[in-house]
């Protein structure tokens, strides 16, 4: 530490920042610890006294990097500047502002980053610095025509539907707009038509346009070369974009704990040094580090310059420069250095996950690797290829250790296949770098010849996904540890330091063995004190689950069987069942649905169904009749039957599970009221002991009425899911005076523009005093019931 000084200041530097973001301190405040640090300094100047002289300058430079970490957050924090909070829908939003950077082209989408000059709020114009994230939707010859034109610089006038990101609507969901606050980013800007796009100067960055150019032709040149398949996996390896790479095969890299591979970062850093020092291997030291520099700095603006590749860079770069100037390069020095490099640009990196895992595993591989390395060594195997495999799998293994709270916190999985998947892939990974880098070189000469060397990376790349689609699709590939929190990291990298000074202190294997399992044990009994289960078992537990635009609700019955009540709405742009629920069921350990309520055919309803269904969670379906006038009732009958689900239709039944009874009220001989989609919906009353809650599908008035006539006070429930969102056209006053309900519940986002909740229905419920809970204020409702009575329970 003595002779690396810089790791002392790091640390300094960065307890300056984390002081700032949770006690924020104004700038007058700051001058005194610079006045302080000056004071120091000129004492210091004066004394004669070595050691005296020697502590006066450590406490100035603490001062001075303390005061540098506090001031720079502070000035990152007050130099951004978003839309009011309770803005979180604008139709018809006018920016005008420059573009800042344009992402590739992605599927009916184009995607770019826009700092506005001002914007115009029910036609008022103001003059306000914010930024967006402009998304362009059309058909395919408009977004291209338009693809071609921008480029960054240009001054553009917009008009859009504004939308804030997406909050923790759901227990366990990401909370993206926290995400994009974190970058400086107000929201999103939605335009439906590339017409609205219109730009009103043609100015340009000639620095930022040749590198959109260059990323541009990559990109061609990765496509006219490879198939759909594998130029989606290189585009996301050499250019670090991800759209064209599918959700589920995003979740298989996850459980087989290979993600790192698809974000862009240390580890591809490493593959271009290799490539560089393989290819210059008989350049002088200097050439080659220099050349090696050039070549990590051109990966870097070829990635598009994004923080987890900066990091790396900056990283590599350090420890190269240190061995050019023949110094020795301690790892924890040349790391300190990287962090604060870092970390004065962006002092809001240091609370991102993608700056405390990348960090995180480099410093646990050069604490924790040397111990295994050593152990390795001194086993003395005569086989250099099963030496190696261990010595790999030790890296692997020290990487993963340190970086496992991070993981458990952000993604929930513990992947139990990563050690020989990660064996397997990174080699892999890196020889489809390899190939693809040396295919697009040789493709500027010769593309004739390039295209064998791409189809030889067609077949690895297809082998890299069958193997990870067999390793990550497997149930058994990952446990899910739900609830993993900050005491539960400081309990487990305090179990690593404890077994470290057990394993160099104890002298006999007897020892180091018992040692560990105490300290694991002691570990694992700390860790405990803060799990709970949200579902509470032997109760009933109903969660309206906050979606997009739709309905979909939850039920865990007391025998620990599940439901799911309509599946949210889907489009090409987000899915409800892959984006929300399965989330949301892994996140809650529900694996499978029992019995699915699809209540209607209609987006709303069933689409959110579909991936649940193809992904073979679901047992039993219930649904309305089948209609062989709708082909899409007729497709839905056919997807259900491929993946030999159960099927039930909605008629006069009584469903019982445990001590739940299910009463399926839909009478399919009457015809009286059946002249809509809606009212065809299906109907259902839930009891647990003394408790009900009634689910009217998306029912109207004239249906109501007649199941007012039909099973009157039958009606009457403790809870009622309030039809068609809080629409004017169902909740009648006769239905609600039938139903009595002391809790409504209405799903409605509350970011969209074509459901409101009416005013009159509100009013309505308020005067039959009825508690309301609604999504769009709320997010997800959890209902749970004793049989004896209900209570909200709290979730955040």
């Given at each position: 530490m003595k002779n690396y000084p810089f790791i002392r200041y790091s640390l300094i530097f960065i307890s300056g920042i984390v002081i700032n973001n949770f006690f924020t301190i104004g700038y007058e405040l700051l001058v005194l610890p610079l006045i302080i640090f000056l004071l120091i300094s000129i004492l210091g100047y004066f004394i004669k006294h070595k050691r005296m002289a020697e502590l006066v300058s450590t406490i100035s430079f603490y001062l001075f990097f303390f005061t540098l970490g506090n001031y720079l957050h502070a000035i990152e924090v007050e130099s951004k500047f978003f839309l009011p909070d309770e803005m979180k829908t604008i139709e018809k939003l006018v920016v005008i502002g420059s573009v800042q950077s344009i992402d590739l082209r992605k599927e009916k989408e184009i995607s770019f980053n826009l700092k506005s000059d001002s914007i115009r709020i029910d036609n008022?114009?103001?003059?306000?610095?914010?930024?967006?994230?402009?998304?362009?939707?059309?058909?395919?010859?408009?977004?291209?025509?338009?693809?071609?034109?921008?480029?960054?610089?240009?001054?553009?006038?917009?008009?859009?539907?504004?939308?804030?990101g997406r909050e923790d609507r759901n227990p366990g969901e990401f909370n993206y707009d926290n995400y994009l606050h974190s970058q400086g980013i107000s929201g999103l800007l939605y335009v439906n038509d590339d017409y609205d796009v219109k730009i009103i100067n043609w100015n340009s960055s000639a620095f930022q346009t040749a590198i959109f150019n260059a990323r541009k032709f990559v990109d061609s040149q990765i496509k006219s070369l490879h198939n759909a398949q594998t130029a989606g996996l290189l585009r996301g390896l050499l250019l670090a974009d991800r759209s064209n790479i599918d959700y589920e095969t995003k979740t298989e890299f996850v459980n087989s704990g290979v993600m790192h591979i698809l974000a862009v970062s240390g580890l591809h850093v490493g593959y271009i040094v290799l490539i560089f020092v393989v290819v210059l291997g008989r350049f002088n030291i200097f050439i080659r580090s220099i050349l090696t520099i050039v070549g990590l700095i051109a990966f870097l603006l070829l990635t598009g310059m994004p923080p987890s590749v900066f990091r790396a860079v900056v990283m590599a770069v350090v420890i190269i420069m240190a061995y050019m100037a023949n110094r020795s390069t301690n790892i924890f020095n040349s790391l300190a250095i990287a962090a604060f490099i870092v970390l004065s640009l962006n002092p809001e990196e240091l609370f991102g996950a993608g700056f405390q895992l990348s960090f995180l595993a480099v410093l646990s591989i050069a604490v924790i690797y040397p111990i295994m390395q050593k152990y390795i060594y001194s086993l003395k195997l005569k086989s250099k290829v099963v030496n190696y495999i261990l010595l790999f799998m030790g890296v692997s293994l020290s990487a993963q250790l340190g970086t496992l709270p991070l993981t458990l916190i952000y993604f929930g999985k513990l992947s139990s296949v990563s050690l020989l998947?990660?064996?397997?892939?990174?080699?892999?990974?890196?020889?489809?770098?390899?190939?693809?880098?040396?295919?697009?070189?040789?493709?500027?000469?010769?593309?004739?010849?390039?295209?064998?060397?791409?189809?030889?990376?067609?077949?690895?790349?297809?082998?890299?996904?069958?193997?990870?689609?067999?390793?990550?699709?497997?149930?058994?590939?990952?446990?899910?540890?739900?609830?993993?929190?900050?005491?539960?990291?400081?309990?487990?990298?305090?179990?690593?330091?404890?077994?470290?000074?057990?394993?160099?202190?104890?002298?006999?294997?007897?020892?180091?063995?018992?040692?560990?399992?105490?300290?694991?044990?002691?570990?694992?009994?700390?860790?405990?004190?803060?799990?709970?289960?949200?579902?509470?078992?032997?109760?009933?537990?109903?969660?309206?689950?906050?979606?997009?635009?739709?309905?979909?609700?939850?039920?865990?019955?007391?025998?620990?069987?599940?439901?799911?009540?309509?599946?949210?709405?889907?489009?090409?742009?987000?899915?409800?069942?892959?984006?929300?629920?399965?989330?949301?069921?892994?996140?809650?350990?529900?694996?499978?649905?029992?019995?699915?309520?699809?209540?209607?055919?209609?987006?709303?309803?069933?689409?959110?169904?579909?991936?649940?269904?193809?992904?073979?969670?679901?047992?039993?379906?219930?649904?309305?009749?089948?209609?062989?006038?709708?082909?899409?009732?007729?497709?839905?009958?056919?997807?259900?039957?491929?993946?030999?689900?159960?099927?039930?239709?909605?008629?006069?039944?009584?469903?019982?599970?445990?001590?739940?009874?299910?009463?399926?009220?839909?009478?399919?001989?009457?015809?009286?009221?059946?002249?809509?989609?809606?009212?065809?919906?299906?109907?259902?009353?839930?009891?647990?002991g003394n408790t009900s809650f009634l689910f009217p599908g998306n029912i109207e008035n004239e249906a109501e009425y007649f199941y007012c006539d039909e099973y009157k006070n039958f009606l009457k429930s403790d809870v009622l899911k309030i039809a068609n969102n809080g629409s004017i056209n169902s909740t009648s006053l006769e239905f609600l005076q039938t139903v009595q309900p002391k809790m409504s519940l209405i799903s409605v986002a509350n970011q969209n523009k074509f459901v409101k909740t009416s005013p009159f229905i509100l009013e309505r419920l308020k005067k039959m005093n009825s508690q309301i809970y609604r999504t769009d204020q709320e997010g997800a409702v959890l209902l749970q019931s004793d049989g004896v009575k209900i209570r909200k329970a709290r979730w955040k």
């Open positions: 008022v114009y103001q003059t306000r610095e914010i930024f967006l994230i402009c998304r362009v939707r059309d058909n395919d010859e408009s977004l291209n025509k338009l693809y071609n034109k921008l480029v960054p610089g240009n001054i553009v006038r917009i008009e859009g539907t504004f939308q804030k998947t990660n064996l397997i892939v990174i080699p892999l990974a890196g020889v489809i770098v390899g190939i693809a880098i040396f295919t697009l070189t040789l493709s500027l000469f010769i593309s004739s010849i390039a295209i064998f060397y791409s189809s030889a990376n067609e077949i690895i790349i297809y082998t890299l996904y069958k193997i990870i689609s067999f390793a990550g699709s497997n149930q058994y590939s990952f446990i899910p540890i739900k609830n993993f929190t900050l005491y539960d990291s400081a309990i487990f990298y305090a179990a690593i330091v404890l077994i470290i000074l057990g394993l160099t202190q104890f002298k006999s294997v007897a020892g180091k063995i018992i040692f560990m399992i105490l300290v694991i044990t002691n570990a694992v009994l700390l860790s405990s004190f803060d799990n709970r289960n949200l579902l509470e078992d032997n109760n009933l537990n109903v969660m309206m689950i906050d979606v997009s635009q739709g309905d979909a609700t939850l039920i865990k019955f007391p025998n620990g069987q599940s439901a799911l009540i309509d599946g949210g709405y889907a489009s090409f742009y987000f899915d409800n069942g892959k984006r929300i629920i399965r989330p949301l069921l892994n996140h809650l350990d529900i694996y499978k649905i029992d019995y699915a309520f699809v209540s209607s055919i209609t987006q709303e309803s069933y689409g959110g169904f579909i991936p649940l269904i193809r992904s073979g969670i679901i047992r039993n379906i219930i649904k309305p009749m089948p209609d062989s006038s709708s082909m899409v009732d007729i497709k839905f009958e056919e997807l259900i039957h491929e993946n030999n689900i159960s099927i039930k239709y909605f008629r006069k039944d009584v469903l019982e599970i445990h001590e739940v009874k299910i009463y399926l009220l839909n009478d399919e001989n009457s015809t009286s009221f059946i002249r809509t989609k809606n009212n065809q919906t299906g109907v259902f009353k839930l009891v647990y």
